[in-house]
């Protein structure tokens, strides 16, 4: 192993392995856990690097990880990750804690052109030349105990990790692009999918704009309680009742227990579990005012100027290449579309909100030129 590595499994040695985490700047972390059958993420490992020492952390053992919430919350101690979307709901799930500051080096290669969404296999070994074996990517880190196979993959996931970082940290600083991946990174902890409110749930459906204001007052409902429900019994959303068989019972204005299997396409046992509570909740939600229902939602599709589309893909796609870095992480499609659309009488354009902060500057003003 290129460093030493310690497993920890007691509270005495955790607290001295954050004690020795706590003297350093900056520490990469990642997880490991199982997500079969649960709506909460099972974590099975925890693994920190502080450039000297990895430390394996076993959460099936130590029973108070409150001195890893410590760490984790340390604001003049630097986590990194890599693509670290779900170790922010471990952490948020387990420790009720979300890790700041954060860099993330995936976010950090698309910076600087090394690629897009890239693995942590591909990034070490451009880094690096190193390769990492995957063999233990879809193992059981729920099982006792790990194989020694196991063990080794994830300490090189932080101890191969923090020195990417040194590198990127590097560049960034050259390329004067640090701005860039310290916005990115702030906005990771916002909107986690185990951390949204159950009343906002239901925008995350596609469609909303086929319902009329009474239809989107049943489906706000199911889908809060879906969430609930889920979040309660610990199981995914889809193992209570599926996206499509709320949104059928919402636009079908499905109000008889026959009609959920086959107009709502539930299983009978779905039927015979929630059946009456999604009657009941779906007539509750009728009988409202039409003025507290949910707003209409415009259709996404609105039509836009297929040549002024073109020409702004185009301006995208000359800035991406003479930053040397993807088009996808300057914009997204449906973000030159929303810029299309905010033209008011006058035809003036509006950046959203997607394209401010670092894009304004890289790219936002740009577009709008180029609008002129």
Request: hydrophobic share 40%.
């Amino acid at each position: 192993m290129p460093a030493p590595v310690r497993y920890i499994e007691s509270e005495r040695d955790l607290q001295k392995a954050i004690d020795a985490c706590m003297e350093k700047t900056v520490v990469s972390v990642d997880t490991e856990f199982a997500r079969f059958n649960t709506y909460y993420p099972m974590v099975g490992l925890i693994q920190i690097y502080e450039g000297e020492v990895c430390y394996l952390i076993d959460p099936l053992v130590v029973d108070d990880l409150s001195a890893l919430a410590d760490l984790l919350v340390a604001e003049e101690i630097i986590k990194v990750f890599h693509a670290c979307s779900e170790d922010m709901e471990v952490f948020k799930y387990c420790l009720d804690a979300i890790p700041s500051p954060v860099v993330d080096t995936q976010i950090a290669a698309a910076a600087l052109g090394v690629g897009f969404s890239i693995s942590y296999q591909n990034m070490v070994e451009h880094y690096l030349s190193v390769n990492v074996p995957k063999e233990e990517t879809r193992s059981d880190w729920l099982q006792r105990p790990l194989t020694m196979s196991q063990l080794k993959y994830a300490a090189l996931d932080v101890i191969y990790l923090l020195r990417v970082y040194e590198i990127q940290r590097d560049h960034l600083q050259e390329m004067q692009r640090e701005n860039w991946v310290r916005e990115e990174c702030d906005e990771l902890s916002v909107d986690l999918p185990t951390m949204i409110e159950p009343d906002s749930c239901y925008h995350k459906l596609k469609g909303l704009w086929k319902l009329d204001r009474k239809q989107l007052s049943v489906l706000k409902a199911l889908c809060a309680w879906r969430e609930v429900r889920a979040r309660e019994l610990n199981v995914p959303r889809n193992r209570i009742v599926e996206q499509k068989s709320l949104m059928n019972i919402a636009s079908a204005n499905i109000s008889q227990k026959q009609d959920l299997q086959y107009d709502a396409n539930m299983s009978p046992r779905q039927v015979r579990k929630y059946g009456d509570d999604l009657l009941f909740l779906a007539g509750e939600a009728r009988l409202l005012p039409e003025k507290q229902c949910p707003q209409l939602v415009e259709k996404d599709a609105a039509r836009v100027d297929s040549k002024q589309l073109g020409q702004l893909r185009q301006v995208v796609r000359d800035k991406a290449e003479a930053l040397s870095v993807a088009p996808e992480l300057l914009t997204k499609r449906r973000h030159l579309e929303q810029l299309l659309r905010s033209e008011d009488k006058n035809g003036n354009f509006s950046l959203p909100v997607e394209l401010s902060g670092w894009r304004k500057k890289v790219i936002g003003n740009d577009l709008i030129e180029a609008l002129g």
